[in-house]
């Protein structure tokens, strides 16, 4: 599920929840570098597998996210094998990538207490790339192909707007495009996840291929959590709900 609310609490609840993973999302809430590392370590000892989500494929911050010990790395908007490279050279020290040396300052080695970190750092992290675009499920076996990225992850908000079909990601041509990723993922022997709430929709891409996924989100369960409550227990008003804006 993805966690969004930006909390360490809220975090470690979902962590003990007996999920199989969670994403941790930088690129649409509330997170930045402290939050992140917070979350991280309310998270850590749970048996639970966690991803965090830059806002952008920038080599500066995914040095940042790696030096506080992330490694588990979604990078949003890949749209070409030129990104997709880009995400991977970022993860890696040189001469592979162009990864910052700062071992002796962070967290990911455990400030030099980890044994051989810079040798074995690459071992440890994994790059799953977004596709989301028109121009991404176009190049998704070029990008599959790129050394160093493991996996793929569909985005069917932003490939329907790639689309024209904004908010309608159960359209049948967005299904169609998802489900076209999931076919050139399973081919090329690496895994596919992708963006599911609607059960019926989650249950039909997992059984195209689907080998992980996401299927709600913590503000959304709050937020329809808390708005049930009212519709039982507070008397309906001519005024209408009340709102925000």
């Not at 048996?47 to 506080?68: E, G, M, S």
């Not at 071992?103 to 040798?119: F, T």
């Not at 090329?188 to 299927?215: E, Q």
Request: a negative charge; hydrophobic letters at 50%; glycine letters at 8%.
């Amino acid at each position: 599920m993805w966690v969004c609310s930006g909390s360490p609490l809220v975090a470690e609840i979902c962590a003990g929840a007996g999920l199989d993973w969670l994403l941790v999302d930088a690129e649409h809430s509330p997170n930045g570098l402290e939050s992140i590392l917070a979350q991280l370590q309310a998270i850590h000892g749970y048996p639970v597998h966690t991803l965090v989500r830059p806002p952008v494929n920038d080599t500066v911050l995914i040095k940042q996210y790696l030096d506080l010990g992330v490694q588990n790395l979604l990078i949003p908007m890949v749209h070409s094998v030129a990104d997709a490279e880009a995400a991977v050279a970022a993860t890696r020290y040189p001469p592979e990538g162009v990864r910052g040396v700062g071992s002796a300052l962070a967290r990911a080695a455990r400030w030099n207490r980890v044994p051989e970190y810079l040798a074995r750092a690459a071992s440890t992290i994994s790059v799953t790339v977004q596709i989301e675009s028109v121009a991404a499920v176009d190049a998704v076996a070029d990008i599959l192909a790129v050394d160093g990225v493991d996996a793929i992850f569909v985005g069917p908000s932003d490939l329907a707007a790639s689309l024209g079909l904004l908010g309608q990601q159960e359209h049948p041509d967005v299904v169609a495009a998802v489900e076209r990723c999931l076919a050139a993922a399973t081919r090329a022997g690496k895994p596919a996840g992708v963006n599911a709430f609607t059960p019926s929709v989650a249950r039909r891409y997992l059984d195209g291929g689907a080998g992980f996924i996401l299927v709600g989100a913590d503000v959304a369960l709050l937020a329809r959590g808390s708005e049930a409550l009212a519709a039982a227990f507070v008397p309906a008003s001519d005024d209408g709900p009340g709102a925000s804006y």
